[in-house]
T-cell receptor, first 114, second 111 residues
Framework: GAGVSQSPSNKVTEKGKDVELRCDPISGHTALYWYRQSLGQGLEFLIYFQGNSAPDKSGLPSDRFSAERTGGSVSTLTIQRTQQEDSAVYLC????????????FGPGTRLTVL | GQNIDQPTEMTATEGAIVQINCTYQTSGFNGLFWYQQHAGEAPTFLSYNVLDGLEEKGRFSSFLSRSKGYSYLLLKELQMKDSASYLCAVTVGNQGGKLIFGQGTELSVKP
């Protein structure tokens, strides 16, 4: 596609449920990043992929968060047993490679945990 | 640790010039990005500085001083559509290009 796409655009869930957020990067982009933007906060790094591997998972807030990437393309961010503090906009970005290439952001998934 | 500071809010007048400052204290600094984010939309790339000096791109310019840990984004001939949040972000060390963001500066352009 022309840009990074994410689905769903909005997700409302109940506390304790699991959610999956999907990211389709720009075709040919080898690097993929997940960020979180809470209300009134800056963007917070979660995890990045180079190809299918995730060298840096340091930003994941807890072991309830996990992510995978398959075929060097689509990535899924999974949040298990969601909590109200997980409510945020989850943004995905991709770039041609690592080493300070411009990152192109998707529109985000707005997650609301009731 | 990593710390990036920018003003929370700024207001300017249509047609004027505004400068948004960003200071950072990081280890292993690589480069600095500026992104623009309109409400409810994805951030979009504005500029990237890795060397000291001024990078000009149309109405927008970005400056970097590595020795001072300081950058600014300069917006000229302000238009109403420039009302947005401006995000300063740095990359550090061998960390795969992940962006470390400041809190963002909310710019309001008034007629």
């Amino acid at each position: 596609g022309a840009g990074v796409s994410q689905s769903p655009s909005n997700k409302v869930t109940e506390k304790g449920k699991d959610v999956e957020l999907r990211c389709d990067p720009i075709s040919g982009h080898t690097a993929l990043y997940w960020y979180r933007q809470s209300l009134g906060q800056g963007l917070e790094f979660l995890i990045y992929f180079q190809g299918n591997s995730a060298p840096d998972k340091s930003g994941l807030p807890s072991d309830r968060f996990s992510a995978e990437r398959t075929g060097g393309s689509v990535s899924t961010l999974t949040i298990q047993r969601t909590q109200q503090e997980d409510s945020a906009v989850y943004l995905c970005a991709s770039s041609r490679g690592l080493a300070d290439n411009e990152q192109f952001f998707g529109p985000g998934t707005r997650l609301t945990v009731l | 640790g990593q710390n990036i500071d920018q003003p929370t809010e700024m207001t300017a007048t249509e047609g004027a010039i505004v400068q948004i400052n960003c200071t950072y204290q990081t280890s292993g600094f690589n480069g600095l990005f500026w992104y623009q984010q309109h409400a409810g939309e994805a951030p979009t790339f504005l500029s990237y500085n890795v060397l000291d000096g001024l990078e000009e791109k149309g109405r927008f310019s970005s400056f970097l001083s590595r020795s001072k840990g300081y950058s600014y984004l300069l917006l000229k001939e302000l238009q109403m559509k420039d009302s947005a949040s401006y995000l300063c972000a740095v990359t550090v060390g061998n960390q795969g290009g992940k962006l470390i963001f400041g809190q963002g500066t909310e710019l309001s352009v008034k007629p």
